[in-house]
């Protein structure tokens, strides 16, 4: 079979009479799209990716980009994108990556589901004037307290705690690996954490050094590539999460190409120079729940029980009864991401076919969880596609503890959701490891940008909770009373065991 | 809205119905009608040992030999007798109240927690959520809660609740704004021991239910003063918290103030918001929680309900008005307004 080229994604137009040469375009385009012929920018359409970069950077506001419309026949079921992967997979007989989220047309729960507010009965709360409390505590609660009475007459504490990380906001960045992305983005991201007083994770890249400072805000990773992974990155963390799977692409591994493994990523990670840092789907110490306990055990004795450890799954069809699982194996928190999680790389049939919903997965987990009478001795950490702060209060409303985002943070950094981070040429110096690229990226000024979109959504979960009466985030866990669902069917109401608008 | 009223007499003196109906009375602005209710303390001493089990019936038939084939099974009915009650005016029969005294035989109950008050919930969840017709509501040993939808004087006369004596009452005129007024949604909620009357609306309602149903408690009244009941026995006699910590884990202090706290308090007080978070109550509201030997009122963090306390004697009053207080008792000796979140606990001293 012969397969031609396909067309144009997207079109670039150049305003000729806007344009003064000053060729920033051709300098900021790390996928090689512009190039100046005589007194003239040209660009080649077909090799853009829509980042958005050109944009943001033409002094002149003389580029325009349009999504192409669809030149194929018209066809409801042999859409645009059947044919081209197709194409693709015609002419290389490969599995095809694709980075970012899943990107099919799916119906968003979230957006489903509407918040609750006070009028008359009960007040409001205004957080500009009364104590708002978003404090949390992820890890292992007890399931009481046991108090002895003093001669005095006060109260001794008798239960003795296990450690937990003290949250300022129930927002967490989640684990994008020192790799995957720059060091420059993973250090914005965690002096960002630092300021707002909260954590984000390592990925399974290491602990580079210059994260040394904001070790205290980190949560490192131990993935089934393992890699990175010795006393010194355990000691350093706050918390230790395994990951077994993520949203993006459950039941599959990780696999970071060899060109991406320069010197640092090297060292860091501990793997040879330009190698293939592979990540096998399973950990091969891992094939029961006992073998999990095992591993949170032993990570546990390595770090003295001073540190909670974390459990990610990716949201699969069963997910209520292995979190349970997860819960009784030690592990202080369990993570569950959702078929919306972002991703470096996943083949593009696992990100947009495979998992569920976070919405629906975290009101699984949290039922099997209150049903065998554990819920409050475990934490929930919501992730995968949360977008804004009413995905937030959406979330911890259907039981969430607090949320990982991912793609939200590397948006604040500029991130235009182009969907190539599996090139490793990342125009705005997130996703690459090309020294010309990262240095787009200024720590201090992009760490501001993550703090403020924490800041800004802390800000606005507390006006929520404000209006819904409520002033600390332990009365809107697990409020699904808060929630009425808009437009969801009988069946998905009950997986999310909330009522309809209206009732 | 809602108005309460309670009082302990912390020697344990009879006290009848007549002065708590008219304090309750006064308060009739604060209620729509729908719904009124007494509990009292001490009410029944012949059969102090038993349980009182108030139940109100949708007819006589069905649900009552339930209800009767049920506790012969699990247990002995020392005595059972239709609640008296007196139709006047606008109070129309709608359930009948019947009580039985009752003793749970726990031998039969082996495979689970052994104690009586764990065999008399399982009880009460089986037989409000598995026979039509039939509601369990006042379950205490030695006391009565008496409630309808109607007036406070209407509820009052209705079961001649004047005739009634005990050392420790409460009383709630409802105005309910979550659910429609109802003869089981109406004040006091009772649970074994406890017994609660709330001003307000729990805006946790959602957090404290699900929390309470992975301890075993079902939800069944529809509003939001059920958890409250759960709640206090869930922390009060389950965990053995003492009343002053068991209204810390209701309403705690801010993290703010925990934070100023010296060494040995913060921990404690940090502990107990790791554990009771899903406990702690959200939303406006004034609350007095009761138990044989004890009555704690206390209101939300913020106080967006008004409570009021006063002593006179051996006296504790608590109230959401002093003019409801002193149709009690016109010289009280000491009447103060409590901080919002800070407990008063009036205790039995015999």
Redesign the interface.
């Known amino acids: 079979m012969t397969t031609g080229a396909t067309p144009p994604k997207y079109k670039i137009k150049i305003d000729d009479d806007e344009c003064m040469l000053c060729e920033r375009c051709i300098d900021n385009c790390s996928y090689g799209v512009f190039r100046r012929e005589g007194q003239k920018i040209v660009a080649d359409s077909r090799k853009c990716t829509a980042c958005h970069r050109c944009i943001a950077m033409c002094p002149r506001d003389a580029i325009t980009l349009i999504e192409k419309p669809n030149d194929y026949r018209s066809h409801p079921l042999w859409t645009r994108d059947a044919r081209e992967a197709i194409y693709k997979q015609a002419n290389s007989g490969q599995i095809i990556l694709s980075g970012m989220g899943n990107a099919r047309d799916y119906p968003i729960i979230f957006d489903r589901i509407v918040l609750d507010a ?1 009028q008359v ?3 409001s ?1 205004d957080p500009l004037r ?2 708002m ?1 978003l ?1 949390t ?1 992820i890890g292992k ?5 046991t ?1 002895e ?1 003093t001669k005095s007459g006060d ?3 008798k ?1 003795k ?1 296990s450690p ?1 990380l003290k949250l300022e906001t129930p927002v967490m960045i989640g684990h994008m690996s020192y790799g995957a992305i720059s060091l420059n983005a993973q250090l914005s991201m965690a002096k960002a954490v630092s300021e707002m007083g909260t954590f984000m994770g390592t990925g399974e890249g290491g602990l580079h050094k210059k994260l040394y400072p904001y070790q205290d805000h980190m949560i490192v990773q131990v993935a089934s590539g393992r890699f990175g992974v010795d006393i010194n990155y355990l000691e350093r963390g706050a918390a230790i999460e395994i990951k077994i799977g993520q949203g993006a692409k459950p039941g599959i591994g990780g696999h970071l190409p060899g060109e991406k493994v320069e010197e640092e990523v090297s060292k860091t990670r501990m793997v040879p120079l330009h190698s293939d840092a592979i990540s096998p789907a399973p950990h091969h110490d891992i094939y029961s729940i006992e073998d999990l306990a095992q591993l949170v055990r032993s990570l546990k004795e390595a770090t003295e029980w001073k540190k909670p450890v974390f459990v990610k799954i990716a949201a699969v069809h069963n997910v209520a009864a292995i979190a349970a699982g997860i819960a009784r194996s030690s592990a202080d928190v369990v993570v569950v991401d959702g078929f919306r999680g972002g991703t470096g790389a996943a083949p593009r049939v696992f990100r947009d076919h495979v998992g569920i919903p976070i919405e629906a997965a975290i009101a699984a987990v ?1 039922d099997k ?8 001795e475990v934490s929930l950490v919501a992730s995968g596609g949360i977008r804004d702060s009413a995905d937030l209060t959406k979330a911890i ?1 259907l039981g969430a503890d607090a949320v990982y985002i991912g793609t939200a943070a590397l948006i604040a950094m500029g991130c235009r959701v182009c969907g190539s981070c599996y090139r490793g040429l990342c125009p705005w110096g997130i996703a690459t490891q090309k020294p010309e690229l990262v240095s787009r990226i200024n720590p201090d000024e992009a760490s501001k940008n993550v703090a403020n979109l924490i800041k800004g959504w802390t800000l606005e979960l507390a006006e929520l909770m404000g209006a ?5 985030l ?9 929630l009425r669902g808009y437009m969801l069917d009988e069946e998905m109401l009950k997986v999310l065991d909330i009522k309809p608008i209206g009732a | 809205m809602c108005g309460i009223i309670s009082v302990i007499d912390r020697l344990g003196n009879s006290m009848d119905g007549e002065a708590i109906k008219k304090a309750l009375s006064l308060m009739d602005e604060r209620g729509s009608g729908e719904g009124a209710g007494y509990a009292v303390y001490g009410a029944y001493p012949d059969y102090a040992d038993y349980y009182a089990l108030h139940v109100f019936y949708d007819n006589l038939l069905e649900p009552k030999a339930a209800v009767e084939e049920l506790l012969e099974k699990w247990g002995k009915i020392e005595h059972s007798e239709e609640i008296p009650t007196y139709s006047s005016g606008r109070m129309v029969k709608k359930h009948i109240p019947w009580r039985y005294f009752f003793k749970p035989d726990t031998s039969l109950f082996a495979n689970r927690e052994s104690k009586e008050e764990d065999a008399i919930i399982s009880l009460i969840i089986k037989i409000n959520t598995e026979i039509n017709g039939a509601l369990v509501y006042s379950s205490g040993k030695n006391i009565g809660v008496f409630k309808a939808s109607g007036w406070p004087e209407e509820v009052a006369d209705f079961y001649r609740i004047q005739d009634y004596e005990g050392y420790l009452w409460l009383a709630h005129n409802r105005y309910p704004t979550n659910t429609s007024g109802w003869w089981g949604g109406a004040h006091p909620f009772n649970l074994l021991d406890w017994s609660v009357i709330h001003n307000g609306e729990i805006t946790s309602y959602g957090t404290n239910r699900r929390y309470l149903e992975s301890f075993g408690y079902k939800c069944t009244m529809l509003t939001d003063t059920e958890v409250v009941a759960y709640l206090a026995d869930l922390l009060g006699r389950r965990h053995e918290l003492p009343p002053e910590m068991m209204v810390k884990a209701l309403a705690p202090p801010f993290w703010d103030e925990i934070d100023e706290m010296p060494e040995k308090d913060r921990n404690l007080y940090t502990a107990m918001r790791m554990a009771y978070g899903p406990a702690m109550m959200n939303g406006p509201f004034a609350i007095v929680v009761a138990r044989p030997d004890y009555i704690a009122g206390f209101t939300d963090r913020i106080k967006l309900r008004p409570m009021v306390a006063a002593e006179a004697g051996d006296r504790l009053y608590i109230s959401s008005e002093e003019a409801a207080i002193r149709v009690m008792e016109p010289n009280l000796e000491n009447i103060w307004m409590p901080d919002a979140g800070e407990p008063v606990i009036g205790r039995l001293r015999r």
């Not at chain 1, 332990?474 to 808060?482: H, I």
């Open positions: 006070c009965t009960n007040p709360i009364e104590p409390e404090r505590y609660k007890p399931r009481q307290i108090l009475k109260c001794d504490l239960t705690l937990n949290d969880l209150r049903q065998q009478g554990i819920r409050n409303a819904a009466g409520i002033n600390s332990e009365s809107l866990r697990g409020n699904r009373d808060r």
